[in-house]
């Protein structure tokens, strides 16, 4: 079981934490002082996708040498302001196979990230890929 808990600090800056117990710092207010709560959400499929794609890459002996993920949102104009459409950009160094990763970005978006999962219950994910040293 995974727990976590948010504490108000400050004006409208908060730290968050879970079971690693390591914190994280958010803010809301129009003067960020830290990422938003939305953002975190974006940084954390980022995350999750890159360690599925990471892992399936060393498991096909794929020579990468650098993965970036970067990822776009639109959210909904009302309340809750859902993400919608969400860009995903892979850049991956390295003498890698184009169909090696593509398969490592389909099985992570079919399969094994659990953000992602969760975020297409609204958001229509779409995927990029660029390959550096091709």
């Known amino acids: 079981m995974i727990t976590a808990r948010c504490i108000w600090t400050?004006?409208?800056r908060?730290?968050?934490e879970a079971n690693s117990r390591h914190a994280v710092v958010m803010d809301t207010a129009a003067?960020?002082?830290a990422g938003t709560p939305m953002e975190l959400v974006l940084i954390a499929l980022c995350g999750c996708t890159a360690s599925d794609v990471v892992g399936i890459l060393r498991k096909k002996r794929e020579p990468f040498t650098h993965l970036e993920v970067?990822?776009?949102?639109e959210r909904a104009s009302g309340h809750p302001a859902v993400y919608t459409e969400i860009k995903l950009v892979y850049k991956i160094g390295g003498k890698v196979s184009r169909k090696a990763v593509?398969?490592?970005v389909r099985l992570s978006k079919e399969k094994y990230c659990s953000v992602s999962a969760m975020l297409e219950k609204t958001a229509k994910i779409t995927v990029e890929i660029e390959l550096a040293d091709a």
């Open 14 to 16: 908060y730290l968050g």
């Open 70 to 73: 970067r990822a776009q949102g």
């Open 31 to 33: 003067e960020k002082t």
């Open 10 to 12: 400050d004006n409208e």
């Open 102 to 104: 593509e398969d490592a």
